[in-house]
Structure formats: structure tokens, C-alpha cells
């Protein structure tokens, strides 16, 4: 079974920055997807940002380009969402995501992952 675990959340003025970790029970390989994933209230899940572990491909959401990126650190089995210039839409559930194996880019469809964490809150004010 594997586990992930998101931290980093936090509530944050708007125009602050935040860096989410979401850390893997086990090790992570080239050619497994991580992704990250929010869902605000009311709202339905979205897909923020994945990447290609090992492989350096990232995809990213155009609500979020050119203010959140997302790494990796295969030796911590950790994949990180660094976000600035926050907003009040961004806040909610961030959560990250897994697949062991995938070719191409990585999705940010939720139904195509097959691990998922718990979640860490971030919240926004204006």
C-alpha cells in the first residue's frame, strides 16, 4: 500500500507564497506520476500540477502558470508545490496524488491516479 502525506498548509495573506511537501511511503521511480490537486468549497476537484519523476516533464494549470511550480526530490521521496502571488481563489483542500507508472505527460485528470493523501488546507484572505 502506498501512502502519501501532504504538509505545508497554512492560512496566508493574498500576494504571499507557500511551499506544500507531500512526502511517499515508498520510493518514487522515473516514470511514476505525482500530481497535485485542490478542491475549494463547493467546487470540484482540480488538477493543478504533475510531474514526471525523473524525467523533469511538468504540467501546470493555467489558473496557476507562472505562480506555482512543482519539483521533486527523489532521494526524499518528496514532491513539492511551491506557491506565490497567492489569491483568494486559491484556497482550499490541496491534495497530492500518485501513479507507478505512466508514459507521456503526466494527467491532471483525477480519475487516472490511483493513490491519493489526506490533504493539507490552505486558505487565502484578501
Known amino acids: 500500500q502506498v501512502q502519501l502525506v501532504e504538509t505545508g498548509g497554512d492560512s496566508v495573506q493574498a500576494g504571499g507564497s507557500l511551499r506544500l511537501s507531500c512526502t511517499v511511503s515508498?520510493?518514487?521511480?522515473?516514470?511514476?506520476?505525482m500530481a497535485w490537486f485542490r478542491q475549494g468549497p463547493g467546487k470540484e476537484r482540480e488538477g493543478i500540477a504533475s510531474i514526471h519523476i525523473g524525467r523533469e516533464n511538468t504540467v501546470v494549470a493555467d489558473s496557476v502558470k507562472g505562480r506555482f511550480t512543482v519539483s521533486e526530490d527523489s532521494v526524499k521521496d518528496t514532491v513539492y508545490l511551491q506557491m506565490n502571488s497567492l489569491r483568494p481563489e486559491d484556497t482550499g483542500m490541496y491534495l497530492c496524488a500518485a501513479i507507478l507508472a505512466y508514459r507521456g505527460l503526466c494527467p491532471l485528470t483525477p480519475d487516472d491516479y490511483t493513490y491519493w493523501g489526506q490533504g493539507t488546507q490552505v486558505t487565502v484572505s484578501s
Open positions: 515508498r520510493s518514487i521511480y522515473a516514470g511514476h506520476c
